[in-house]
């Protein structure tokens, strides 16, 4: 089993920045890839970021892409996701999960981390 534990989050304006951290007990990140979501009042959850067990692939979202940014440190056992230039579309609870190696379902998830963007 893997526990997740998201932190970070919080209300800013418009234009500022937001670094979400997923701290992970219970067993090493090495063996998962980990992907951020997100999910907004009345609308379904998406996919923003994702990224490859050793780090070196990534994914972004179109809606994201070029203002967040997810790296991990597997020695931590940590993901984060660096939010610039947020926008108050990007009010979201913001979720982190992980997948094993060959999946391609995410099996373990995080309670969440609220950020609100005000305009």
């Known amino acids: 089993q893997v526990q997740l534990v998201e932190s970070g989050g919080g209300l800013v304006q418009a234009g500022g920045s937001l670094r979400l951290s997923c701290a992970a007990s219970?067993?090493?990140?090495?063996?998962?890839?980990m992907g951020w979501f997100r999910q907004a009042p009345g609308k379904e959850r998406e996919l923003i970021a994702r990224?490859?067990?050793?780090?070196?692939?990534?994914y972004y979202a179109d809606s994201v892409k070029g203002r967040f940014t997810i790296s991990r440190d597997n020695a931590k056992n940590t993901v984060w996701l660096q939010m610039n230039s947020l926008k108050p579309e990007d009010t979201a609870i913001y979720y982190c999960?992980?997948?094993?190696?060959?999946?391609?379902?995410?099996?373990?998830w995080g309670r969440g981390t609220q950020v609100t963007v005000s305009s």
């Open positions: 219970g067993r090493s990140l090495s063996g998962y890839g």
């Open positions: 999960a992980a997948r094993g190696l060959g999946r391609f379902d995410y099996e373990y």
């Open positions: 990224i490859s067990l050793n780090g070196v692939s990534t």
